[in-house]
């Protein structure tokens, strides 16, 4: 397809079955679903300086596992959304931090709502999700 940003740590989000919100970090390799790369609204480069710049610190997080450095995850649950990372021995996005508020679909900007509904994982709640499997609600595209 081309358009995948090989070896580049990319952010893109979602919304779960309830409408809570997710931010999923590629590590360069993860897949991305084909809506986020081929969007025309919001450009998968710009969505983590749009969740820092436009939502505002609405809570603390909860990290769930021990990292290295965490700050970047910890600044984007503090923001209402959860947080996964690509995990290469899973194979699936699994859970790094947590929101102590929520960020809500109903809360979004109307350009955001646009954006996200087509980004429906419905087969998940983020709640009680430690791992996601992206491909069980969305068609995406893997680094070659």
Known sequence: MGLYPEDIDCIWIAMDQNGALAAFVTAG???IPNLVLNSSLIKLENIE?????QFPVAGEANLKVDLPRPDDFIAISKRGFFVYDWDDNEQQYVLIST??????YADLAQSL????QTLLLNSYDFSKSNKINVYKDLICTIAD
């Open 49 to 53: 300086q749009i969740l820092i710049e």
């Open 99 to 104: 929101p102590t508020y929520l960020k809500n």
């Open 29 to 31: 390799v993860a897949p």
């Open 113 to 116: 709502k646009t954006y996200i």
